[in-house]
């Protein structure tokens, strides 16, 4: 004779409730939890950061380009971030403030970057087998947007730090001293190709992200990329090349400053 065993546990007894008791709301529905909009808001708020690092990377570059006119161009501009045509005077301090400014605006965007970043070694390799899998394009665009940012971190802060400890030495002969005499274009060299690659690739994925060109396809935004990609980066080694040649023939007369023509004349007189 066979038994059958039930190994089911016995359910307890529930009180018996009226036929609409399901339409009635819970105290606390499961539908009720949302996620956490934190991850959008700092995602945003990266966005946000490296757009103003991307226009002020223009904006810089279009300040510092100034010495391909004459030295007395990037002389008048310098002066003018100083604030003598408002203040009476120049106020260097003006710079230290704009430069600092930027730095902590670095250290944000680079700590909100940071959050997507494989965390290990062993996250590390999985992305990496990942990616050779892959073979996407905007996969191995944002690798190198991390690694050209790993380097920015430490190459950008070195330039912004000049700016903030020395600001009354940005000048013609000052800067061009700095670059061949003090030996750091090498340092600008490789800062120039990171920061330019970074920016481009930023701005792309920013378009992408927030589809701020609506209809326009990758293609073209791909072509954008480059585009600015080689214009910046053809400007600043244009640039660079001018301080050097600049540094070059002002080493026997390393450390002197830059006097304006009519500033020259009245010593003369």
Excluded: C
């Amino acid at each position: 004779m066979s038994h059958s065993i039930d190994y089911t546990a016995p359910q307890p007894l529930r009180p018996s409730l009226p036929p609409d008791a399901a339409a009635l709301p819970t105290a606390h529905p499961p539908s009720s939890v949302r996620p956490s909009r934190w991850p959008a808001r700092l995602d945003l708020l990266q966005s946000l950061s490296g757009l103003l690092l991307a226009l002020f990377l223009i904006a810089h570059m279009a300040f510092v380009s100034t010495i391909l006119i004459s030295p007395q161009a990037f002389y008048t501009v310098a002066r003018f971030f100083e604030g003598a045509w408002l203040l009476g005077r120049p106020y260097p301090v003006l710079v230290s403030l704009v430069a600092a400014s930027i730095m902590a605006l670095l250290m944000l965007h680079a700590w909100l970057a940071m959050r997507k970043f494989p965390a290990g070694f062993r996250q590390y390799r999985a992305f990496i087998a990942h990616k050779n899998r892959l073979q996407h394009g905007d996969t191995s665009l944002w690798w190198l947007q991390v690694w050209t940012g790993f380097l920015l971190f430490f190459l950008a802060s070195i330039h912004l730090y000049d700016m903030l400890s020395q600001p009354e030495l940005i000048g013609p002969y000052a800067s061009a001293d700095r670059v061949w005499s003090g030996g750091l274009w090498p340092l600008y060299l490789l800062l120039l190709f990171s920061v330019e690659l970074h920016g481009g690739i930023g701005l792309y994925r920013l378009a992408v992200k927030w589809g701020l060109f609506g209809g326009k396809t990758r293609a073209r935004l791909h072509l954008a990329r480059h585009a600015f990609s080689a214009f910046f980066i053809t400007l600043g080694l244009v640039t660079l090349l001018a301080y050097i040649d600049l540094g070059r023939e002002h080493a026997p007369r390393a450390g002197e400053r830059y006097q304006p023509p009519s500033t020259s004349a009245s010593h003369h007189h």
